[in-house]
């Protein structure tokens, strides 16, 4: 009998094989023994899934309302040197005309 490791997302110890995967019963996982397992890093990604480091250039893919202002930031708005940082709005930045705010990754892509 062969020895099943146990679920990467849950730890339960009560996986087993269907087909060419494995399953676990507790939380639904299934994954491929032969497939390396992906590391869930800490990496700041656009809306494209690259990357973005502190000092990047990025493009808005989606107009945005400026809380507190009337203003809007304009789909196509280069930001240049922004910095990444931990929180939900995980970007600080200065736009031309408007000036220092925080952008959700999520809303930008890589120039």
Not at 96 to 107: N, P
Request: aromatic share 4%; glycine share 8%; with cysteine.
């Amino acid at each position: 009998m062969s020895e099943l490791p146990n679920c990467p997302e849950c730890d339960s110890e009560y996986t087993y094989e269907d087909g060419i995967l494995l399953v676990c019963p507790s939380c639904g996982h299934e994954w491929s023994p032969t497939e390396p397992e992906v590391v869930d890093d800490q990496a700041t990604r656009d809306a494209n899934g690259n990357v973005l480091e502190s000092g990047d250039t990025v493009v808005v893919i989606k107009d945005l309302k400026v809380k507190g202002a009337t203003t809007v930031v304009k789909v196509g708005t280069k930001v240049k040197n922004i910095r990444i940082v931990d929180g939900d709005h995980d970007i600080d930045c200065k736009i031309d005309g408007i000036g220092a705010m925080s952008l959700k990754s999520q809303f930008v892509r890589k120039a």
